[in-house]
């Protein structure tokens, strides 16, 4: 009988300390603070465990499975990997996460697997972080300490596998073993937009396709449908019909499945001198799935239009803790920026394309009851962009559903935005609309 199987299997749901290391069996790698892993001085290092190299493998990784075991006290997550990778772990507080950062991984896990939590861990969910850069974000219900993280090779047709341990500790030492202020430098990067050329005197329009990578965004588990994918392809269509006018450059926040933080599509947008923004999502009601239908356009206001507005908001704007960023040094509003003139001449600018959209899409699709909203987004917060957040209809809806995958409701609708775009610009005359200040 071959005694190495029986091992692998215990590997699932066994502290790590109890399982033999032997060469080719366990590759561990460091699950290291930030600061410790970039050479802080002072910083915490004690989580760190020993790193071994992971021989080097042409293409990505295939992650098959995922799985969770243990208790209240000690909780183990397992994925299978078609093959080693290496990787590095840490900390991050209110609310507490662990991530766990790997190169070059596909996942082909469907995201709702992280849905049902155990033990330590309330959900865990997993994408590509940055090109090159997939990552595994672990939400725990208390403070923990990252007991080990290591790797074990594949052996006699069992997959290799990642397993992360997880023991129940205080907020004090979990404070500790958390390098805030280094994590910023690790956010995803944006992805290169077109330099500014705007002698031609083309207006610039930011696309902004909600969600990406690691944070999937609002899913139809039952259809197999996620947000990231339903408003990239509306997106991609809409930036194609824009081209072909000739009367607009056209500028994407993401073009692929990538994530990019909130605060990185504003970025764009002004970077860009944009003088229209339009983030593309749909929303997802699970406690009343089905009841609620049809699409709503959204405006920045310091306080929501409706209670439905402001869980909107909030769900949208827990876009870069879902992913894992770092949030504590984020500043909590633009306080003497939203509120100056410019601010307010972009809110107006806004209020009117806004109240275009709507006229144009109630011609071709179905629009919610109160079609007009607002409330405090932050990807709205562009000081001097007018901005609209479009929400296309409700995942939790099977006919919007069925409706916001069809290909003849998807020309439709991107038509009349179209008609909307070219209605707005022709309003002004050409001159009068704000353009972001470089």
Do not use: C
């Not at 944070?215 to 991609?236: F, H, M, P, R």
């Not at 607009?248 to 073009?255: I, K, N, Q, S």
């Not at 920045?300 to 769900?315: G, I, T, V």
């Not at 609708?413 to 005359?429: E, K, L, R």
């Amino acid at each position: 009988m071959n005694w190495r199987a029986p091992l692998l299997a215990l590997a699932l749901i066994w502290p790590a300390t109890l399982l033999p290391a032997r060469a080719g069996d366990v590759a561990t790698v460091a699950a290291a603070t930030p600061a410790a892993a970039a050479g802080v001085p002072g910083a915490d290092s004690s989580p760190a465990v020993p790193a071994a190299a992971v021989p080097a493998a042409v293409g990505p990784a295939i992650a098959t499975d995922a799985r969770l075991a243990g208790d209240e006290e000690r909780t183990r997550l397992v994925m299978d990997l078609s093959r080693p990778v290496p990787f590095g772990a840490f900390a991050l507080a209110d609310p507490y996460r662990v991530v766990v950062d790997i190169p070059d991984v596909v996942f082909t896990v469907p995201p709702s697997a992280g849905q049902q939590g155990r033990g330590l861990v309330s959900a865990f969910r997993f994408g590509l972080f940055a090109p090159g850069k997939a990552r595994l974000v672990i939400d725990v219900t208390d403070p923990v300490k990252i007991d080990k993280v290591f790797v074990i090779d594949p052996i006699d047709g069992q997959p290799a596998r990642l397993v992360v341990d997880l023991v129940k500790t205080d907020r004090v030492s979990f404070m500790k073993s958390v390098a805030a202020p280094v994590q910023r430098a690790q956010a995803a990067p944006v992805l290169p937009a077109p330099p500014v050329t705007n002698n031609d005197g083309r207006p610039v329009i930011v696309l902004d396709p909600g969600h990406g990578g690691i944070d999937a965004g609002a899913v139809n588990a039952s259809a197999g449908i996620y947000e990231k994918d339903v408003v990239l392809s509306i997106a991609t269509l809409l930036r194609k019909k824009l081209d072909a006018t000739g009367r607009y450059r056209v500028v994407m926040t993401r073009d692929g499945d990538t994530f990019v933080p909130l605060g990185d599509r504003v970025k764009v947008a002004r970077d860009q001198q944009a003088r229209l923004f339009i983030s593309l999502h749909a929303d997802s009601l699970a406690a009343r799935s089905g009841q609620v239908r049809g699409a709503t356009v959204y405006t920045l206001s310091d306080r929501a239009s409706d209670a439905e507005a402001q869980r909107l908001a909030d769900a949208e704007n827990r876009a870069d803790m879902i992913a894992g960023l770092d949030l504590s040094d984020e500043p909590t509003d633009v306080a003497g920026i939203l509120l100056d003139l410019a601010q307010r001449e972009t809110k107006n600018f806004s209020a009117l394309f806004a109240r275009t959209l709507v006229g144009k899409i109630d011609d071709v699709a179905r629009m919610h009851k109160s079609p007009l909203k607002s409330a405090g987004f932050k990807v709205l917060k562009a000081p001097d962009v007018p901005s609209v957040l479009f929400e296309l209809g409700y995942l939790s809806s099977e006919k919007d559903v069925e409706l916001m995958t069809s290909d003849a409701w998807k020309e439709k609708v991107t038509d009349a935005m179209v008609t909307a775009i070219n209605a707005y610009f022709a309003s002004q005359g050409g001159s009068s609309a704000p353009v972001a200040m470089p």
